[in-house]
């Protein structure tokens, strides 16, 4: 029989920190289900019968045993300038803490693992009340007749506009060798802060390794940009490129394959310099992304002017006039705000960026996902999982956040 709940079967390669919001009462987190249980190591069980792959809870699952732990949102270090464009550099319009509101946040996960020879499966279960889904709509200001974003980092608990997230890490092995200190620091010591060189906008604190040729695989799923990939965003994490210490120091960098989304919204006016969103469904309530297939179809339509007032022309010819209904265009609850992406199915699963496949369900009280992807894939970007073997990982949390996130690290996997 099968349990419909959210599961992560990961078929993996890497290691990766997981933070949950606590709630009493989300079924089977933090429970053992009978086989035993451990708050640091993921015992990846060898399956004579692999899961089905579907995002329910095989009976299979329950011969697992559980990683059972919590992740908190801990302090991330003051800002030094602003990152929200409505804040205009006002640093007192902003949080003082980079994580801030999401700062003490707790969230109780369960993660379970197994593998076929071939495959790692991973199930993650996680508290999480709401399914996350208004990232960065556009709503209509009418005082100065513009179209603007919700903020992408939220000033205070009410500003939470963002898709929920989770993310993990592993190391990659270089000629041999794990990337110094992952084995008992693992996220940790790709997280640098206080680089210096930061503009408003930008962030002071950035994941690179910290040695030249050190590589780390790093898995992140995005529950509006992923939603037809069903994949995790497939990346990895690599050294400063020469900018050690500074806030252009990014390693991250995604791997080979397709992108499974656009998520730069913004359309200028060339004539009138106004801006608005990229692409609407003209009359359509409550949604989140627009495909790739229904701006083919005329299902959804890009937007092609702006003018002084705020009326957008669209790519059929017709129009939007936010005027004459502010309610539904309006900041906060307006139904009629437009999403901030587009999405398509990337790889589906066929190359590099999207082959560690997820398949995720939100039952009311939290996320049930599992991931599924080869234990040894053949990249060198990709961690390879060992039967036999231990691997250091962490695992990360975003609930309704775009940075802030619960943290869990100096976990092992062990593979039977």
Known sequence: MKNIKLIFVLALTASLSLVNCTHDDAPNIG?????????????VKKFT???????????????????????????????????????????????????DPYTGESYKYSLRGG???????????YEDEADSKDRESFYFDPATKTWKQENKYANHKNDKF????????????VNGQEPAGFKTGTCTVTCHGGLTGTAAGTKSTRHYMKNAN???????????????SQSVDDGYVRDSEGKDGLSTANGRKSDDGISMYNDAPVFTDATTGMKGPKWVKKGVENYFWITADELASGAAQT?????????????????????????AYSKGFGKKRFPSVTVNVGGAGADGRSETQVRAKHTGSGWQIEIKRKLNTGDPKDAVFVVGEEIAFGLAIFNNSAIAHGMSNFKTMKIE
Do not use: C
């Open 31 to 43: 429970v053992d289900p009978g086989v035993g249980s451990s708050a640091e190591q993921l015992l």
């Open 49 to 99: 019968t692999a899961p089905t792959f579907d995002g329910d809870i095989d009976e299979i699952w329950n011969t697992a045993r559980p990683l059972l732990s919590a992740a908190t949102v801990s302090k991330a270090g003051d800002k030094t300038v602003t990152l929200n464009s409505s804040s205009g550099g006002n640093l007192s319009f902003e949080p003082t803490d980079l994580f």
């Open 115 to 125: 593998h076929d020879g071939t495959y790692l499966y991973l199930l993650l279960e």
């Open 162 to 173: 963002y898709e929920d997230k989770f993310g993990m890490m592993f190391p990659i092995k």
């Open 214 to 228: 050190e590589l780390a695989d790093l898995w992140h799923w995005k529950r509006n940009r992923n939603v037809l």
């Open 303 to 327: 937007v092609t002017g702006v003018s002084v007032t705020g009326v957008l022309t669209l790519s059929n010819g017709s129009t939007i006039d936010p005027n004459t209904d502010l309610v």
